[in-house]
Every structure is written in structure tokens, then in C-alpha cells.
């Protein structure tokens, strides 16, 4: 069970690490009032954390059911989403809160928009291949029961 949320914890340390680095970027490598460039860093870094998060669904989803594997995502995710809000902008010296309401709960609406469709695209992306555990599931059934002669000429 450590491991499993282990595994949990370390994935929200790395989608908070690449919040960071977008925000140490915006930060340092670009003028205050370049709004352009900070828009692409932080568009940048929603498909990082995307393309992340398709590769390890596509990995976990072959290995574990859903159920076990969604409930670790959607914890890293959650946790990594409210350090990011909250923790991140005071890291680079600003106030979470700064941006007004608006600012802070579109923040949010884009987290779980990109971690959503990095999870969506990892897991169906596994699902057509035919590589989820329950497809390969159905598949050890379907091989174990064409394999075994009917009942009546069994002795």
C-alpha cells in the first residue's frame, strides 16, 4: 500500500515541478508586462503536464484496473493542483489571490482540463490498442476457454 501512494505522491511532486519550472521561466526569462509569452509558457507547460499524464495512464492502465490506477491519478492530480494554486505563485513572489477571482478558478478550470484530457487520451489510446487490463483480462479468458475441449469429451 506505501507504494502505491508513493508512486501517488511522486506524481504530484512532478506535475508541481513543472509548474514551477513554467512559473521560474515566466519569471526570469521574460519582461512583467509580456503577457504573450507567459500565455505560451503556461500553455507549454498544460501540455507537459498532459503528455505526462497520457504516458503513465497508457503504463498504469495496462498493468492495474482502472479503478486502482484512477484513484492514484485523480489524488496526485488533486493535490498537485491545490499546491500549484496556492503554493506555486508565492514561490516566484506573487499572491495566489492576486489576479482576482476570475484569474484563480480559470487556473483551476485549465488543471483539470489538461489533466483530463492527458487521462482520457492515455487510457483510450490503451483501450484501441487492446492493451488495458481488462482487454488483456478478457483476452487470458477467451484463450483459456477456446483451449479447454468441451465437457463431454473430457475423461
Known amino acids: 500500500m506505501r507504494e502505491r501512494w508513493q508512486a501517488a505522491g511522486v506524481l504530484a511532486g512532478v506535475l508541481f515541478m513543472v509548474n514551477v519550472v513554467a512559473r521560474l521561466i515566466i519569471r526570469f ?19 507537459v503536464i498532459g503528455a505526462i499524464l497520457a504516458a503513465l495512464t497508457f503504463v498504469w ?39 482576482g477571482a476570475g484569474t484563480f478558478f ?7 482540463a489538461a489533466t483530463g484530457v492527458g487521462v482520457l487520451l492515455g487510457y483510450l489510446l490503451a483501450v484501441a490498442l487492446g492493451l488495458d487490463h ?13 483451449a479447454k475441449p468441451h465437457k463431454s469429451v473430457r475423461r
Open 29 to 47: 526569462g521574460f519582461d512583467g508586462d509580456d503577457t504573450t509569452a507567459a500565455d505560451r509558457v503556461s500553455l507549454g507547460m498544460f501540455v
Open 61 to 99: 492502465a495496462r498493468r492495474r484496473p482502472a479503478a486502482e490506477w484512477g484513484t492514484d491519478i485523480a489524488a496526485a492530480v488533486g493535490v498537485a493542483l491545490v499546491v500549484t494554486i496556492l503554493v506555486g505563485p508565492l514561490l516566484v513572489g506573487e499572491n495566489p489571490f492576486g489576479g
Open 106 to 112: 480559470a487556473q483551476i478550470w485549465l488543471y483539470f
Open 134 to 146: 481488462r482487454s488483456q483480462a478478457l483476452k487470458r479468458y477467451a484463450e483459456l476457454k477456446a
